[in-house]
């Protein structure tokens, strides 16, 4: 949940302006500043006539940018401003090329007019694409030479189109609209509350049992709510043709659109954000992967992800929706070393990225770490950096022998021995098999600081987001500070984090380093928000000189100062770049006509072309700038 601060309902209004102009981002700026209101209100504070207002309230409820309900015996609708949706806009671009990636051109054109149009009748998107369609086919018969006519349209009919739509239903990257879609999610809440109160608890709630059962129907009853935009997905399911497209398709390709049911042409769709940010998790994981290890790594935990995410429908779990009973919990996903190499193609050299290591260097029993619960944050170096129960190669006193420490996959080259046997020459390096050097890439993906992924039972693979955005997120304040206080105040902050609250007199004995010079760093930190002190007096009469003054670093404090200074900056490049669009207004009127669009070096002077040239590369630069913080802001906030 993002918190609307001044900063943010700046930004907020700079970004729906940038999209859809100036009128809506009146209204939602006033809707920030104001909370819930009717149109009236709304008419009189912003000192609008009514059919200005409807428009603008149309366009903010055609891109589900407002909430709205009707109460009870009330004769006007309540609108509230949808905070997250207006944010997520900034991440349009990096959503359409996730889209293209990983699900081809098509379905990318499709996810773009779902974009473009907001919530949409899949009859109006069909017409659409339709009437292109038809306009190609004129193009390609007036064509001298139709044959080696190369259609621009991705789509190139309506089947492909239903296509296209049920795999990204399936995907859950496409939601239906329901009735319950426009409703506040605090006055769901709300209902729901009601309604289990009077079907289970006439009498009232009375003691921690009836408290605890209570809290268990409010969130099944909340994930019924939530489910309901699942109606088109579990319908294409039960059909059962997405294991058969995937089987013939091989992945990103061509669709059989013959094996998919025909979609019910009134019904509403939209683009479901929580679920492309479960998607963006997913390549900034296999960035942070391939900076540690290599981009053979990188891509096997790629494939973990993809097949761990594809039932997960949102990065954070919500404590009010998402609390189960004991029995009704979600399994663990794992997957399997075998399923990964299925999915891993085959013209994948596994051997690139893993080390060369003789036999007599690889211990098995120390690889073969099972862990079948997630390892706690405080880890204690020692024996009991192993969390879970042992692997059977751990318990009891060892008894294995010399070749029985190492896996069983070696083959052994040399020349004949004793009796006939091989000799085995152990200065050699290792040769495994594919499937063996699959599991060195997870070991290593496994064995790692940040833990990418955990083998919850033998061959058996899991990820725990949690820690791994954990630790992912520390990597990203470490960089903060490191470039406002450089790598001596990165030392210092992580001697804080080890050691907790430290006394100004002691630091210099723990770091080695001036005393002088550790409190220009650290008052240098202190301003940027990264560090905090604590004065403790000796006495019961506070006295500056007589109290302790002790030093300590926030990870949440820091983390919310970094995204703050990342609103205000993403506010003033979105400023500056509203400032260049005024200076370069008498270009821009031209560019804008229909004759000079995609002929401005032809139709412009000189002149104007070259500041044209110019105010496209700072419009790059800027958008280029606000897209860098906003992946910051993801990593700190969203994953």
């Known amino acids: 949940m993002i918190s609307v601060t001044k900063t943010v309902a700046e930004l907020l209004s700079l970004i729906i302006d940038e999209m859809y102009g100036e009128l809506p981002s009146r209204i939602f700026s006033m809707l920030l500043k104001r909370g819930r209101s009717t149109a009236h209100d ?53 959503i359409l090329e996730m889209i293209g990636a990983s699900y081809g051109g098509p379905a990318k054109d499709v996810m773009q007019n779902l974009l473009l149009s907001g919530q949409t009748r899949i009859g109006d998107l069909v017409a659409a694409y339709q009437e292109k369609i ?92 939530r489910s309901e935009s699942k109606a088109l997905k579990r319908k294409l399911e039960q059909n059962g043709s997405a294991a058969k497209r995937r089987k013939l398709a091989g992945g990103v390709g061509l669709l059989d659109a013959e094996m998919d049911p025909a979609l019910d042409l009134n019904q509403v769709i939209r683009i479901n954000y929580e679920k492309c940010m479960v998607d963006l998790r997913n390549r900034r994981l296999v960035q942070y992967a391939a900076d540690i290890f290599s981009d053979t790594t990188s891509y096997v935990y790629a494939e973990v992800l993809k097949h761990l995410t594809k039932d997960i429908s949102r990065c954070r779990l919500d404590p009010l929706v998402d609390r189960y009973k004991e029995d009704d919990k979600p399994a663990q996903l794992t997957v399997t070393t075998a399923e990964i190499l299925d999915r891993v193609k085959t013209s994948l050299d596994l051997s690139l990225g893993l080390g060369k290591i003789t036999r007599e260097k690889l211990s098995r029993r120390a690889a073969e770490t099972i862990c079948p619960y997630p390892p706690t944050k405080n880890v204690i170096i020692g024996e009991a950096e192993v969390q879970g129960d042992a692997s059977s190669d751990e318990e009891g006193p060892e008894q294995s022998t010399d070749d029985e420490d190492f896996d069983s996959d070696y083959k052994p080259n040399g020349i004949n021995g004793v009796n006939g046997q091989a000799k085995v020459d152990k200065s050699k390096p290792i040769v495994f098999s594919r499937p063996d050097q699959l599991r060195q890439h997870l070991l290593l993906l496994a064995e790692s600081n940040q833990k990418f992924v955990r083998q919850c039972a033998k061959d058996e693979w899991t990820v725990d987001f949690e820690l791994v955005m954990d630790a992912m997120r520390e990597s990203e304040i470490d960089l903060a500070i490191e470039n406002t206080a450089g790598q001596r105040g990165l030392r210092l902050v992580r001697i804080l984090r080890a050691n907790g609250k430290l006394d100004e007199k002691a630091l210099p004995q723990v770091a080695l380093l001036p005393k002088n010079e550790i409190q220009r760093t650290m008052h240098a930190m202190h301003e940027a928000g990264f560090l905090n002190i604590q004065e403790i007096p000796r006495e019961a009469k506070a006295d500056v000189k007589k109290s302790f003054f002790l030093w300590y670093t926030d990870l949440n404090r820091a983390q919310q100062n970094i995204i703050n200074k990342s609103y205000k900056t993403m506010s003033h490049c979105l400023q ?59 990593v700190l906030r969203d994953f």
């Not at 603008?56 to 004769?75: D, E, P």
């Not at 049920?166 to 990257?173: F, G, M, T």
Request: one cysteine or more; proline letters at 3%.
């Open 42 to 94: 709304l008419e009189q504070a912003l000192e609008m006539n009514k059919s200005k207002l409807r428009h603008g309230l149309a366009v903010l409820q055609q891109y589900n940018l407002l909430y709205w309900h009707v109460n009870a015996g009330a004769q006007h609708a309540f609108y509230e401003a949808n905070v997250e949706n207006a944010y997520n806009l900034i991440r349009a671009g990096k």
């Open 134 to 225: 038809e306009l190609d086919n004129k193009a390609k018969e007036a064509a001298e030479d139709p044959s080696s006519y190369k259609s621009p349209l991705p789509v190139k009919d309506t089947s492909t189109l239903n296509s296209v739509i049920c795999r990204l239903v399936e995907a859950d990257l496409v939601d239906l609209v329901h009735h319950n879609s426009f409703e506040p999610p605090d006055d769901i809440v709300e209902r729901a509350k009601k309604e289990v109160t009077d079907k289970h608890f006439p009498t009232g709630i009375r003691g921690t049992k009836a408290k605890i059962e209570f809290d268990e129907k409010l969130s099944e009853r909340l994930r019924e709510f």
């Open 576 to 634: 500056v770049l509203e400032t260049l669009r005024h200076k370069e207004d008498e270009v821009l009127a031209h560019t804008k006509r229909s004759d000079v669009k995609g002929h401005e070096e032809e139709m412009l002077k000189a002149e104007f072309f070259q500041r044209y040239k110019r105010f496209l590369q700072c419009e790059k630069m800027l958008l280029s700038q606000v897209m860098r913080v906003d992946d910051l802001v993801a």
